[in-house]
T-cell receptor, first 113, second 108 residues
Framework: NAGVTQTPKFQVLKTGQSMTLQCAQD?????MSWYRQDPGMGLRLIHY???????DQGEVPNGYNVSRSTTEDFPLRLLSAAPSQTSVYFC????????????FGPGTRLTVT | LAKTTQPISMDSYEGQEVNITCSHN???????ITWYQQFPSQGPRFIIQ???TKVTNEVASLFIPADRKSSTLSLPRVSLSDTAVYYC?????????FGRGTSLIVHP
């Protein structure tokens, strides 16, 4: 199993550009989520999904969109990048929503200039 | 959501046992206690999870007293490669909350 994979590893955007961060998992997990981590901080939840076709907002959803058309994939879209979105983005998946046993991808480091 | 408090940083030496305590006074009946490890430039890695008493796996032990208002992650005989940030999460449901964690530095 590859677990949770993310692409790209690094990305530089100009203010106002849009892009999609890709996330895929091969563990057949229903629950997937996106986090951002800023320097010296813990992770903050952006959006999550409890299954194909179902998404919801986390703590910091503004400026991001998600969709979940398949169990495996959960892309994160930045609609109009801003410098405040410079961060490291992690995707995670878990089998059960009831516990916090999650598996994280390697992350995407995004810089917005 | 249960609020957690853990030390900002800890230092240890190779071969020692390290205990990191997390306080969670308002833990709810259904809440689990979960610990993660994060190395620089990597995603967090699930270490261990428990509900009560003691849980042990090949990496760590988790001690939870009867009142469940705190928990202790125990790392036996640490090595330099255990230098990382350790996060304690308490709860259940869709929105886990990560604090700033405990930065553990292991010295030679």
């Amino acid at each position: 199993n590859a677990g949770v994979t993310q692409t790209p590893k690094f990305q530089v955007l100009k203010t106002g550009q849009s892009m999609t961060l890709q996330c895929a998992q091969d563990m057949n997990h229903e629950y997937m989520s996106w986090y951002r981590q800023d320097p010296g901080m813990g992770l903050r939840l952006i959006h999550y999904s409890v299954g194909a076709g179902i998404t919801d907002q986390g703590e910091v959803p503004n400026g991001y969109n998600v969709s979940r058309s398949t169990t495996e994939d959960f892309p994160l879209r930045l609609l109009s990048a801003a410098p405040s979105q410079t961060s490291v983005y992690f995707c995670a998946s878990r089998l059960e929503a009831q516990t916090y046993e999650q598996y994280f991808g390697p992350g995407t480091r995004l810089t917005v200039t | 959501l249960a609020k957690t408090t853990q030390p900002i940083s800890m230092d240890s030496y190779e071969g020692q046992e390290v205990n990191i305590t997390c306080s969670h006074n308002n833990i709810a009946t259904n809440d689990y206690i979960t610990w993660y490890q994060q190395f620089p430039s990597q995603g967090p890695r699930f270490i261990i999870q428990g509900y009560k008493t003691k849980v042990t796996n090949e990496v760590a032990s988790l001690f939870i007293p009867a009142d469940r208002k705190s928990s202790t992650l125990s790392l036996p005989r640490v090595s330099l490669s255990d230098t990382a940030v350790y996060y304690c999460l308490v709860g259940t449901g869709y929105i886990p909350t990560f604090g700033r964690g405990t930065s553990l530095i292991v010295h030679p």
